[in-house]
C-alpha cells in the first residue's frame, strides 16, 4: 500500500514538473513577444525622430517651433524607455507568478498526500 502511494506521489509531482515547465516554456514565448514589440516601437520612435530632425527649422528660425520637434523626441524616448522596463517588470512578475502556482500546487499534493495518512 505505502508503494503504492509513494507512486502515486511521485506521479503528481511529475505532473507538477511538468505543467511548471510547460508554464515556463509559454512565459519565455510571451517574453520574446513583448522584447520584440518593444524593439519594434523603439524602431518606430528612431524613425519619428529621425524624420524630425530633418524637418527642423535652419538658423534664425524661430526658436519655439525648434523646440516642439526636440520635446516630442524627448517624449518618444521616455516611452520607448518606459515600455522596455515595463516588459521587464512584467517578464519578472510572470516568472514568480509561474514559481508560486508551481509551489502552491506542491502544497496542495504534499497536503493531500498527508491527509491520506501516508506520512508525505
Known amino acids: 500500500m505505502l508503494r503504492a502511494r509513494e507512486a502515486a506521489y511521485q506521479k503528481e509531482t511529475e505532473r507538477i514538473t511538468h505543467e511548471t515547465a510547460q508554464r515556463e516554456a509559454q512565459l519565455r514565448a510571451a517574453g520574446a513577444a513583448a522584447d520584440a514589440r518593444v524593439r519594434s516601437l523603439h524602431t518606430v520612435i528612431a524613425q519619428l525622430n529621425a524624420d524630425a530632425a530633418a524637418h527642423l527649422p535652419g538658423p534664425g528660425a524661430d526658436t519655439c517651433a525648434a523646440a516642439q520637434p526636440d520635446a516630442a523626441a524627448t517624449a518618444r524616448t521616455a516611452l520607448g524607455a518606459c515600455s522596455q522596463r515595463y516588459a521587464a517588470v512584467a517578464g519578472v512578475a510572470d516568472q514568480l507568478s509561474a514559481q508560486v502556482m508551481g ?18
Open 103 to 120: 509551489l502552491q500546487d506542491y502544497v496542495q499534493a504534499t497536503a493531500q498526500a498527508a491527509g491520506d495518512g501516508d506520512g508525505f
